[in-house]
């Protein structure tokens, strides 16, 4: 009986996440809340440049690269671009896939499930491979121009924390551990 509920609940989870790819595909839908691996937050995400810098360029020209330098930043944003278009085509595979599934009377969930798990280790691989090409153009940099680049970074992560900070204080009230008790309300 344990094993039955255990697959029954697995079935359910992987249903409602298949519902939500293929409910997103379908363009007359209303918008869903976004997946936490969701496709286009993972290559918007990449487009942003190394470590969520928005412009790249801005901080390539301050950089003052010599020759060997720029070359290894120009594979570098060759290469990001190439992963970024590869990614693309990937999630456009898999909505489509996901699109073709509302017409089958009986859903194949263990294939959608492993075409899913297959897009998202190749966009991580790709992910990955773009950023060991920016660690090479970090790796070839001087000292100062490490700094410059961990100074944008720093930039970058404080930016980031101040938003998390003012969302949770915006979103915080409909937290129910943070609102005040009933009795308490008018006190």
Same mark, same amino acid.
């Given at each position: 009986?344990?094993?039955? !509920?255990?697959?029954?609940? !697995?079935?359910?989870?992987? %249903?409602? !996440?298949?519902?939500?790819?293929? &409910?997103?595909?379908?363009?007359?839908?209303?918008?869903?809340?976004?997946?936490? =691996? *969701?496709? &286009?937050?993972? =290559?918007? *995400? &990449?487009?942003?440049?190394?470590?969520?810098? !928005? +412009?790249?360029?801005?901080? &390539? /020209?301050?950089?003052?690269?010599?020759?060997?330098?720029?070359? $290894?930043?120009?594979?570098? %944003?060759?290469?990001?671009?190439?992963? =970024? +278009?590869?990614?693309?085509?990937?999630?456009?595979?898999?909505?489509?896939?996901?699109?073709?599934?509302?017409?089958?009377?009986?859903? /194949?969930?263990?294939?959608?499930?492993?075409?899913?798990?297959?897009?998202?280790?190749?966009?991580?691989?790709?992910?990955? /491979? %773009?950023? *060991?090409?920016?660690?090479? @153009?970090?790796?070839?940099?001087? /000292?100062?121009?490490?700094?410059? @680049?961990? %100074?944008?970074?720093?930039?970058?992560?404080?930016?980031?924390?101040?938003?998390?900070?003012?969302?949770?204080?915006? =979103?915080? $009230?409909?937290?129910?551990?943070?609102?005040?008790?009933?009795?308490?309300?008018?006190?």
């Amino acid at each position: 009986m344990r094993k039955l !509920s255990i697959a029954a609940a !697995s079935a359910i989870l992987v %249903t409602a !996440s298949m519902f939500g790819l293929a &409910h997103a595909a379908d363009p007359a839908a209303p918008a869903a809340a976004p997946a936490p =691996h *969701d496709m &286009h937050r993972m =290559h918007e *995400d &990449h487009m942003r440049g190394p470590w969520g810098l !928005s +412009d790249v360029r801005k901080l &390539h /020209d301050q950089l003052k690269l010599n020759p060997q330098q720029e070359q $290894a930043w120009q594979q570098a %944003t060759a290469r990001a671009k190439q992963n =970024h +278009d590869a990614m693309r085509k990937n999630g456009e595979q898999f909505k489509s896939m996901a699109a073709a599934a509302k017409d089958q009377k009986i859903l /194949d969930l263990a294939g959608m499930r492993a075409q899913r798990d297959k897009v998202f280790e190749e966009s991580r691989r790709l992910r990955n /491979d %773009t950023e *060991d090409q920016w660690l090479a @153009v970090y790796n070839g940099l001087n /000292d100062g121009q490490k700094e410059m @680049v961990s %100074t944008a970074i720093k930039a970058r992560f404080a930016k980031m924390e101040a938003w998390r900070e003012k969302r949770m204080e915006r =979103h915080g $009230a409909r937290n129910p551990a943070q609102a005040p008790a009933a009795g308490q309300a008018g006190q």
